[in-house]
T-cell receptor, first 113, second 121 residues
């Protein structure tokens, strides 16, 4: 069966360090992978999308890698700040946006001052 | 730009009543809207895909007669939870996929609403 796993339910990182979150999937061939941020009681907010033919994508302090051989994406936040504390979700779409997304369970990131 | 709103933000109702949740794309036309629900500490689960002017496509295990979806225009989709029961209590979130492209925002991305918290007593 298809599965998306985000390796940690919770991750505590000291302010200023780099936070690295992992998303692994099985039995999928995604056209692309997306990362979202979700704050408590709110809807997800889009952060980055990376396509199957891309290795890396950056946006300000965020970096995403995508390894279709390992079936894994890594999400990095550099120079982390307490305001980065939130739940981060990875999501897959195998049909080019025509269908809804399949989400991982999320990783709750806590940046400690 | 690309704001999606939901109304109401939270609702409490008695068991057996019906509840309607609205999802609106405020500044763009949404070719497709999606409905998700999220239980506490769980992932978002896709319930159905809603295309303007046609019947919604439901995911396996989601009862179409229980969760009625109407997508009457390119900016509005509604989800009606009929004969709600306590087990329907959840966080319901809609998203919209816009037609056309936006710089730095791939066409495939979805814009999510703020969610509606439903509590059925």
């Amino acid at each position: 069966s298809q599965k998306i796993e985000q390796n940690s339910e919770a991750l505590n990182i000291q302010e200023g360090k780099t936070a690295t979150l992992t998303c692994n999937y099985t039995n999928y061939s995604p056209a692309y992978l997306q990362w979202y941020r979700q704050d408590p009681g709110r809807g997800p907010v889009f952060l980055l999308l990376i396509r199957e033919n891309e290795k890396e994508k950056r946006k300000e302090r965020l970096k995403v890698t995508f390894d279709t051989t390992l079936k894994q994406s890594l999400f990095h936040i550099t120079a982390s700040q307490p305001a980065d504390s939130a739940t981060y979700l990875c999501a897959l779409d195998t049909k080019g946006g025509a269908d809804g997304l399949t989400f991982g369970k999320g990783t709750h990131l806590i940046i400690q001052p | 730009g690309a704001v999606v709103s939901q109304h109401p933000s939270r609702v409490i109702c008695k068991s057996g009543t019906s509840v309607k949740i609205e999802c609106r794309s405020l500044d763009f036309q949404a070719t497709t809207m999606f409905w998700y629900r999220q239980f506490p500490k769980k992932s978002l689960m896709l319930m159905a895909t809603s295309n303007e002017g046609s019947k919604a496509t439901y995911e396996q295990g989601v009862e179409k007669d229980k969760f009625l979806i109407n997508h009457a225009s390119l900016t509005l989709s509604t989800l009606t939870v009929t004969s709600a029961h306590p087990e329907d209590s959840s966080f319901y979130i809609c998203s919209a996929r816009r037609g056309g492209t936006v710089p730095e925002r791939p066409q495939e991305t979805q814009y999510f609403g703020p969610g509606t918290r439903l509590l059925v007593l």
